[in-house]
């Protein structure tokens, strides 16, 4: 069973920065399109960052130029950075694996796999 375990958000000021880190189960990270979503209280969820397995990286607008996604596949980890962080970006941040290929499909079914999320705060 493949799983996602996010780590690393917490309380930060205002222009601060943290490290988000997903670990994915098993020697898989190289066969998945990686991403990270985040949803804050009373809004729709948001993909802030993806990285596929050919190389794609995409950011929304909102986080571009501030956060950057990377990934580790010999670790079978996926890490967020985040810079400037504003207040709006409180939020729970989840990473998810995407199959963006046929062998991913074939291990998950065609379906995504999604982490528990892991909090962070921007407070002064």
């Known amino acids: 069973q493949v799983q996602v375990v996010e780590s690393g958000g917490g309380l930060v000021q205002p222009g601060g920065s943290l490290r988000l880190s997903c670990a994915m189960s098993?020697?898989?990270?190289?066969?998945?399109?990686m991403g990270w979503s985040r949803q804050a209280p009373g809004k729709s969820r948001e993909t802030v960052a993806t990285s596929s397995t050919g190389g794609d990286i995409n950011y929304s607008d909102s986080v571009k130029g501030r956060f950057t996604i990377s990934r580790e596949n010999d670790k079978n980890t996926v890490y967020l950075q985040m810079n400037s962080l504003k207040s709006e970006d409180r939020a729970m941040y989840y990473c998810h694996a995407d199959p963006d290929n046929w062998y991913a499909r074939q291990i998950t079914r065609g379906a995504s796999v999604w982490g528990q999320g892991t909090q962070v705060t921007v407070s002064s």
């Open positions: 098993g020697s898989l990270s190289k066969l998945f399109a």
